[in-house]
């Protein structure tokens, strides 16, 4: 048994529906206690002392225990190009996206760039991952043999294109059928990982490209399912040019079988009512990227809109169109975006999309995300004074949510302390 000694704060409802504080537990001199993997206990420190003398105990302080964040949309393969100047989406992708993604079939080269990224988001604090691979089954392979090494829960598919993208870049119909496939029966439920079948998005793939990949799910509904949906209006008019028969994006999912609550859509920005009220109704998964909306350009999510119609949201970095590896500057971004649409998030709700909110989009939230005993041990403990301007507007908070909120705006992977996976330090 394992004793870790902090601040923690912890959610006993989802802070868009239940007022502060209501749906929050804090405790000032708090404990996580951990056995194996797990999750065993959390409480107030002296109470955790006394039931569990054994344990050995690691003392935090001041910092923040939380759940290590979870990050529901990211290219791992687009980690070199990072913040690459210029453009609107479709130059972007073909000017720095798809000429790095070609190098992924050599398996050196994904292997050093999975394990670059998994150095830099885990000095982030980010535990979990879903990450678009690229065409080349080896991309898959170096993705999840790195994150099984660290021992992280992280989620992952093979891109499917056999359209629009460089001809070292597509698949076909039947490639992209078989090589997920394959990879789905090697890696789904092994260690911590699982498979997420992944068309890119419409404009990529072929009518019957995207079939196959419905087909596919209909076989493995036990799996989730990510492409991206409306994220600039020039995308969005191409695939109205793409797929006259469809009514909007959405439908051109729909139709082809891709559309179901295991389905996570990547930015969903310009979305029109007809597709908000379908989304919700079958009950599929939004995800939010808002350093890409703004570093690409793409437009500002409802966040408030959309959460009051009940929709499930997770957030996201989707590096490397978003602009940095971390939930925190993910989380300052998403702030920015709600205020410039008249809506500031509170820091509890900030906290919840980039830990059990984005675990709920996954549909992860009884195993990651949360201090809940039974829950697997991914944690993370932010030093909420980790530079002297944050430490400096910290010293002058009033409750926990004002001491975290400098972190949220400023702070980066120095706020990191430690890092836990599966009940083991990967950062300390
Ligand atoms: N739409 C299709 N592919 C991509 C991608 O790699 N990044 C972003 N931001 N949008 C996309
Ligand atoms: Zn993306």
């Not at 379908?278 to 350093?291: D, F, G, K, N, Q």
């Not at 008249?342 to 995300?369: F, K, N, V």
Request: contains cysteine; proline residues 5%; negative net charge.
């Amino acid at each position: 048994m394992q004793l870790l000694l902090g601040q923690t704060v912890r959610f006993t409802a989802d802070p868009f529906k239940t007022p502060l504080p209501e749906s929050t537990i804090y405790e000032r001199r708090g404990a996580v206690a951990i056995n194996g993997d797990k999750i065993a206990d959390v409480g107030p420190a002296d109470d955790l002392r006394q039931k569990y003398p054994q344990a050995e105990v690691t003392e935090y302080g001041d910092a923040l225990i939380t759940p290590g964040f979870v990050d529901t949309h990211a290219h791992y393969p687009q980690t070199a190009i990072i913040a690459s100047w210029g453009k609107r989406l479709i130059d972007w992708l073909n000017s720095y996206t798809f000429p790095e993604e070609s190098r992924f079939g050599d398996p050196a080269h994904a292997a050093e760039i999975a394990e670059t990224y998994f150095d830099l988001v885990t000095a982030s604090g980010t535990t979990t991952t879903v990450s678009y691979c690229t065409i080349h089954p080896e991309s898959v392979d170096a993705y999840f043999t790195a994150a099984a090494k660290r021992g992280l829960r992280v989620l992952g598919g093979k891109t499917c294109m056999d359209r629009n993208a460089p001809d070292t870049l597509q698949d076909t119909v039947q490639s992209a059928y078989d090589d997920s496939k394959m990879l789905l029966e090697r890696w789904h439920g092994q260690d911590r990982l699982s498979y997420v079948i992944t068309p890119r998005f419409a404009p990529t793939s072929t009518p019957d490209q995207l079939a196959a990949l419905g087909a596919l799910w209909a076989e493995h509904p036990e799996v989730l399912m990510q492409t991206h949906i409306s994220e600039q209006h020039e995308e969005i008019a191409w695939v109205a040019d793409l797929f006259p028969e469809a009514r909007d994006y959405l439908d051109v999912y729909e139709r082809f079988g891709l559309l179901g609550s295991g389905a996570l859509l990547g930015h969903a920005i310009h979305l029109t009512d007809r597709e908000r009220d379908r989304i919700r109704e079958v009950e599929a998964s939004l995800i939010h990227c808002p350093t890409s909306n703004m570093f690409i350009g793409s437009g500002l999510f409802d966040m408030a809109g959309l959460m009051d119609q009940g929709h499930r949201i997770g957030l996201a970095t989707d590096t490397g169109g978003g602009s940095s590896f971390s939930m925190l500057r993910t989380m300052a971004a998403a702030y920015e975006v709600a205020q410039l649409r008249g809506h500031p998030l509170h820091p509890a709700q900030l906290w919840w999309l980039a830990t059990e909110g984005s675990a709920r989009a996954l549909r992860m939230d009884d195993r990651i995300g949360t201090l809940e005993a039974g829950t697997e041990a991914d944690l993370a403990v932010i030093d909420l004074a980790s530079t002297q301007a944050i430490a400096q507007r910290a010293a002058r908070a009033e409750d926990i949510w004002q001491a975290i909120f400098p972190t949220i705006m400023m702070g980066d992977d120095r706020a990191i302390k430690a890092v836990w996976a599966n009940g083991a330090c990967l950062k300390s």
